[in-house]
């Protein structure tokens, strides 16, 4: 099966810290006929985070091995594209929910069809428009 990974599922996975990953969500990372996914607006909003130091990540020393460990890791950067916009012109969004990220990596999975994991309890608002959600308890 393929996953969409969120932004906070890659800073688990790049820190090496299985805690904050919850047991069913550890079967389906290490279950290696799964393919992972990260959308290339959660890996630059990991990138942007790492650059203001807003997270640490003890395993990378530059945002060029944040890449790399990605890649590493066996997860597929899926760019952004046309095909995405306009499910996410459609989307409509949850009260209160006003991050711009969430929204296009949202419009993402729904647009390709693949559940998205993440630890975002509001991704949740979006399952009846469509979005296939597995979330991630810490």
Do not use: W
Not at 97 to 113: E, G, R, T
Request: glycine share 4%.
């Amino acid at each position: 099966m393929r996953y969409y990974l969120d932004t906070n599922m890659l800073i688990f996975i790049l820190s090496g810290n299985n805690d904050n990953i919850e047991i069913k969500v550890r079967d389906i990372l290490y279950d290696f006929s799964n393919i992972l996914y990260a959308s290339s607006i959660a890996v630059n909003e990991l990138i942007l985070l790492y650059k203001i130091g807003k997270i640490k990540l003890l395993t990378c020393n530059s945002v060029q091995e944040i890449v790399d460990k990605i890649e590493k890791a066996g997860i597929e950067i899926k760019y952004y594209g046309r095909h995405h916009i306009s499910q996410y012109v459609n989307l409509e969004l949850s009260e209160g929910h006003k991050d711009v990220n969430d929204h296009v990596i949202i419009a993402q999975a729904i647009s390709d069809k693949i559940p998205l994991i993440s630890s975002d309890i509001e991704f949740k608002n979006y399952v009846q428009q469509g979005l296939n959600f597995v979330f991630n308890k810490r």
